[in-house]
């Protein structure tokens, strides 16, 4: 006989989430069930994310290992230095991102933390994954013994509707191991990834060839970016709209994985060729351009005086909480040098994000990022005589700028038309736009006012 929660857990349970109207005469129970409807239960999907970010993970890692092989043979020392520091620090990293989700520190699990320790983190949590999903594949047709109630909002023919289901525990596990690779697989794409095909795609230019180990090794590298973008956004949406239940059909993801694609390729190309026409002389540059990201977070967050956040984790000393926000602020840095990070990071908060659409974030991101790639483009186009001898410079660098501008055109169709939750938006992208423009020509608009009602259809959402 299956043990059920108690009714007063339930109740518990969704008062956190719902709040009841504190009216006389009110029977919160009948007035619970007349708002909330019944969803039905989720079911668990074979884990093919888990999959593919253990795929992504060994593919890049195997290939680097296999690159710094040859370059040692050649006695290529720096090249074998950078491609190692590379595969290192992102490796490290990955193992404390699946350490912290899955709090091993407080548990006993010897072989889990000894395969961290040889940096094969990845490798046992994909098989957990496996088995867990192989053992609720056994017990499909038997009732979850123990299982929670969850509450969404979700649109429903633009209407807000709080829907309910019962998740398992087993089902919840598994997807707390989604979630933990989803953040992993970011941590691999902007702290190992994009370096590492940064750095490659250099060696290749100035040692005019390329060999077939390096291929696959920037090839896993551009994969891993790409996929890490475009987690970047999905999590950021539900970062911001936790309380709603989203989804994500094939047009949005194909809408973002080009955006995101289109983006990050002509950014790191463009990087490329301004670091193999200045050599030592674009460190500088580059360097400086990442603290300034890097420290923009912590100048807001001392110039506002608020304490640091301790809601991070319970069992965290300040030492902790500290590290874990250098974490994060590193990542953000990471994430922001190569393309958007889709969320802003407010150390102030307590939850380390602004929540808020903020359409003046997005617009001063990509326009810095478009002047900086204009600078390098120019100075690749006439100072880089010696890079590509065969090739038009002139071509080269307009294909890389409209490439970017391509990129924000898709970035801009996403928010417009395909974000899950656009009517939920005050103002979309054309209202933005339009109250640009508006500040541009005042007297235009003083000239010529509008009705109110063209006034509130025009802010309306698409």
Known sequence: MSTRPQHSERTSTMDRVYEIPEEPNVDPVSSLQEDVIRGTNPRFTFPFSILFSTFLYCGEAASALYMVRIYRKNSETYWMTYTFSFFMFSSIMVQLTLIFVHRDLAKDKPLSLFMHLILLGPVIRCLEAMIKYLTLWKKEEQEEPYVSLTRKKMLIDGEEVLIEWEVGHSIRTLAMHRNAYKRMSQIQAFLGSVPQLTYQLYVSLISAEVPLGRVVLMVFSLVSVTYGATLCNMLAIQIKYDDYKIRLGPLEVLCITIWRTLEITSRLLI??????????????????????????????????????????????????????????TILYAGINFSCWSALQLRLADRDLVDKGQNWGHMGLHYSVRLVENVIMVLVFKFFGAKVLLNYCHSLIALQLIIAYLISIGFMLLF????????????????????????????????????????????????
């Not at 540059?285 to 984790?313: H, T, Y």
């Not at 933005?432 to 063209?454: D, G, I, K, S, W």
Request: glycine fraction near 2%; charge should be positive.
């Open 415 to 462: 928010f417009q038309y395909l974000h899950p939750l656009r009517s939920l938006f005050a103002h979309n992208v054309v209202d933005y736009l339009h109250c640009v423009c508006c500040h541009r020509h005042p007297r235009t608009r003083v000239e010529n006012p509008e009705p109110p009602f063209e006034t509130e259809a025009r802010q309306s959402v698409v």
């Open 271 to 328: 990087l490329v060729l301004f670091s193999a026409t200045l050599k030592l002389k674009a460190v500088p540059f580059l360097v400086l351009n990442f603290l300034i990201i890097l420290f923009e977070p912590w100048i807001k967050f001392w110039r506002s005086g608020a304490q640091m956040p301790n809601n991070i984790e319970k069992n965290f000393s300040r030492v902790g909480t500290l590290v874990v926000l250098i974490s994060v």
